[in-house]
């Protein structure tokens, strides 16, 4: 699964963008994508495509030709923005079924071009086994296309953002270009120029605002790339400690003083699943960290395997911090975390900032219910309706 792909190749990677965006090279680098893909023109015909869908299909243009309108809109799973239009989407394709009207999403990010700090919003990346990954979840009803290996689609329309929405007539002529509606909160908009564009060419009347600018999340071209790859070197660059951990320090953690979501994660060098699964607990944690949650993995192994411990640590690259059992009495340090813990490892929980348990799995982890938890429970004042998102409000 990309779930998978995605920490092995991430995994190592962590920490804010904004410093990295706020250079001469980035903005400049931001300033030629935009000019390096040019937006559709008003009147233009529709380019062509044929592009792989979530459903196992190719897809094409001629596939769509019997609709009287033809409404392609460029989205994404990462984007905080897109998520929040996903209702509004899914609600078009209901009103206008049996009307002519064909809806068609296409993801035109390349997913190696989305950092982990930008997935801070999200439970998956943008690649194809995500998107459907996502279009399960969320039950889509209309066609999700995957343009990130090429991007020939996404540079031949040029959209700025995720959502952007084209509109053809009949004829596939080009007759709105721009935003679904006006406010990213959907309780907050006031204009809803997509159905209005609609509207008017199911009763053969000109569009009355046929482009409007757009917002949400920049489109990831493959010029990103480059970028992570320097964000990875710095990563690989910092230190990787392992301290001791008594029982009280293990009491004092149950208790969660960071005033942060607490991710605890109890694992040993010789637990196959403990070792399978921790790429993905370091990449939760370089997703989110920017977020306010902090992770704390614990070693149950011997105080005399400190240094099979680091290396494994260090192999990857584990920056969050790590302790291991400063005791050999292995059952009284799990009691000291937790009484009723009576079974082994791997040991998964999630603590609120009151100590409260979110997420608990022993045994085996579902990366994707643990990270849907989190969403859930991380702050709302940064971006209000997210966490209502994730809590399936």
């Not at 009103?95 to 439970?123: K, S």
Request: aromatic residues 10%; hydrophobic residues 40%.
């Amino acid at each position: 699964m990309k779930i998978r792909k995605l920490s092995m190749v991430f995994g190592i990677a962590g920490f804010l963008f904004c410093a990295v965006m706020l250079t001469f090279g980035a903005v400049k680098s931001l300033a030629e994508d935009d000019s390096a893909h040019p937006t559709l023109a008003l009147g233009s015909i529709a380019p062509a495509f044929a592009l792989p869908g979530i459903d196992g299909k190719t897809h094409t243009l001629d596939e769509y030709q019997a609709a009287k309108v033809l409404a392609i809109v460029f989205t994404c799973d990462h984007c905080p923005t897109a998520q929040l239009y996903e209702s509004r989407l899914k609600k078009l394709v209901e009103d206008y079924q049996g009307q002519g009207v064909q809806f068609v999403m296409i993801q035109p990010n390349d997913p190696d071009a989305v950092r982990l700090d930008e997935l801070a919003w999200t439970d998956v990346g943008d690649s194809l086994d995500d998107m459907k990954v996502r279009a399960a979840y969320r039950h889509f009803n209309f066609p999700y296309l995957y343009d990130g290996a090429t991007q020939s689609v996404a540079n031949a329309y040029g959209p700025k953002a995720t959502p952007h929405v084209f509109i053809f007539d009949a004829k596939r002529t080009l007759r709105f270009e721009g935003r679904i509606d006006n406010n990213q909160r959907e309780v907050l908009a006031t204009t809803h120029e997509t159905r209005d564009a609609i509207d008017a060419l199911l009763a053969d009347k000109a569009v009355a605002v046929a482009h409007t600018g757009v917002f949400g999340c920049s489109t990831k071209w493959k010029s990103k790339i480059a970028s992570g790859l320097e964000y990875l070197k710095k990563i690989e660059a910092q230190p990787v400690t392992v301290e001791d951990a008594d029982a009280a320090a293990l009491k004092k953690l149950r208790a969660n003083p960071t005033g942060k979501l607490l991710l605890v994660n109890f694992w040993a060098t010789w637990c196959g699943p403990c070792v399978v699964e921790f790429p993905d607990l370091e990449t939760t944690y370089r997703m989110f960290q920017s977020r306010d949650l902090e992770l704390v993995t614990v070693a149950a192994n011997q105080p005399d395997e400190k240094g099979g411990v680091l290396k494994f640590l260090q192999k990857q690259h584990a920056t969050s911090r790590n302790l291991i059992f400063a005791s050999s009495d292995t059952y009284a340090l799990q009691a000291a975390f937790d009484p009723k813990w009576e079974s082994g490892v791997p040991l998964t929980i999630l603590l609120a900032p009151d100590g409260t348990v979110l997420y608990k799995q022993t045994g085996d982890l579902d990366v994707l219910a643990l990270r849907r938890v989190i969403l859930a429970n991380l702050d709302d004042e940064s971006y209000k309706g997210h966490r209502a998102y994730w809590a399936g409000k």
